[in-house]
Every structure is written in C-alpha cells, then in structure tokens.
C-alpha cells in the first residue's frame, strides 16, 4: 500500500451518465495529480492540485472536471464521456508541489464508457 | 515530444540474470526517474536520478544517467519472477512543470 486510495477500482459507464472517481491520500502530501493511461501510449498528466489549487490543465477536455476539496482529496467528475476515453486513470501524490518530486501512486481507477 | 522512449519495449529472462532497460529523451531535464508498474496497478517509484548525477544505487537496482547522449539505464541484478512488471522512465524538462513518461519495458523473469 502507498497512502494512496482510490475508488472505484472499477467503473462501467454509458456516454450520458455522470459518474466521479475519488482518490484519498493520507501521506499529508501537499500535491496531488490526475493520469490518465490508455493501451500502448505513454501515460499522460491531466492535472495538477498544489495546496488545494489547480496549477496545471493539460489540455484535458471539459468533459473532465477535477475538483480538490481539500489536500487529501481529489475527485474527477466525468460526464458525457466517449468510448476514447475508457483508460486506467491514476492519482498521485507528492510532499512537495512539484512533479520533479517522488510521487506515489494509487492503484487506479479501471473505467469502460460504452 | 519529450516523452521518454524505452528500448527495448519487452523482454524475457531467466530467473537470476541481469536485466538492462534504456531511456532516451529529447530535451533538457531536471531528473529522470524510474517507476514500476504490476499489470493494471499504480506505478510505484524506484529511483530518481538527477541532473547533475552519473549513478545511482538502490538494492539490486543500479540507475545511470548520461546527459550528454540524453539517456539512461535501469540494471536489475539477480532478476526474480517477482520482479515481472513494466518499467517506466519518466523525465522532468528543465523548467517546466510537467513528467512525462515513456511507453516502459514489458520484463517477464521466468521462474
């Protein structure tokens, strides 16, 4: 175990639900970070939270909309999802703001839109 | 892109054998780390290595960085079935505030 939680571990969803993934860490690490991994491409940084602020948006869509209530939290709430977007989505975090810091992993979030 | 690329993308060995990974990138970096992935799981972090270092040693894990050919390496001594996962480089460009990672090495250790 890393600190690092998240649920579901497993989401099955249609292109006009509404559903939001949940990550919890309890390392009292400052940053957190969305990722998202698809088959055969790299992973990708989707976003950034410093102390609770987005610092980085990675040209994410708008169909994904983090929220960080507070710094051990970190929500993704998905709605009108395309079947291009049915991937492994990664949190992370780290003590440090800063992506040039270790950062530890959650185990994921497995999602299929249909 | 920056991203980093990892040769080769899979490899087969021996329980006991050695295990050698290569990272290239393209840009300037502050760090480069390696990251391991068991299948469908998170990454959890190796080792970091930085900018102005040559090697580095973690257990049976042995990092080299090398600037200049904008590359690195991942050596696992004494390979074990256990250690069957994906590896992955991922670089911090020098400035910027973003880690990007590579495609990783599929290592399979047979028992």
């Known amino acids: 175990e890393t600190g690092v939680t998240q649920t579901p571990r497993h989401l099955v969803m249609g292109m006009t639900n509404k559903k939001s993934l949940k990550c919890e860490q309890h390392?009292?690490?400052?940053?957190m970070y969305w990722y998202k991994q698809s088959a055969k491409k790299p992973l990708e940084l989707m976003f950034v939270?410093?102390?609770?602020?987005?610092?980085e948006n990675n040209s994410v869509p708008s169909r994904f909309s983090p929220e960080c209530p507070n710094s051990s939290h970190l929500f993704l709430h998905l709605h009108t999802l395309q079947p291009e977007d049915s991937a492994l989505y990664l949190c992370?975090?780290?003590?440090?703001?800063?992506?040039?810091?270790?950062?530890?992993f959650g185990p994921g979030t497995r999602l299929l839109v249909l | 892109s920056q991203q980093g690329e990892e040769d080769p993308q899979a490899l087969s060995i021996q329980e006991g054998e050695n295990a050698t990974m290569n990272c290239s990138y393209k840009?300037?970096?502050?760090?480069l780390q390696w990251y391991r992935q068991n299948s469908g799981r998170g990454l959890v972090h190796l080792i970091l290595?930085?900018?102005?270092?040559r090697e580095k040693h973690s257990g049976r894990l042995r990092v080299t960085l090398d600037t200049s050919k904008k590359s690195s390496s991942l050596l696992i001594t004494a390979s074990r079935a256990a250690d069957t996962a994906s590896y992955f480089c991922?670089?911090?460009?020098?400035?910027?505030?973003?880690?990007?990672f590579g495609t990783g090495t599929r290592l399979t250790v047979i028992p």
């Open positions: 992370a975090s780290s003590m440090e703001p800063s992506v040039s810091e270790t950062q530890y």
């Open positions: 390392l009292g690490h400052n940053a």
């Open positions: 939270y410093n102390f609770k602020e987005q610092t």
């Open positions: 840009t300037s970096i502050n760090n």
């Open positions: 290595i930085r900018s102005n270092e």
């Open positions: 991922a670089t911090v460009q020098t400035g910027a505030n973003n880690l990007f």
